[in-house]
């Protein structure tokens, strides 16, 4: 069973996600995510 990214961090990754989306708009085409919480290590 995967582990699911704790509820805070989710949050602080989606508050990312929104803030580049608004400052970059259509010029982002992905956002990805590296290291151990992208291996769901944590």
């Given at each position: 069973?995967?582990?699911?990214?704790?509820?805070?961090?989710?949050?602080?990754?989606n508050e990312f996600i929104d803030g580049v989306n608004k400052i970059l708009g259509?010029?982002?085409k992905k956002i990805i995510l590296y290291g151990s919480y992208a291996r769901r290590r944590f």
């Open positions: 069973m995967k582990k699911k990214i704790p509820k805070k961090i989710n949050e602080i990754l259509d010029r982002v």
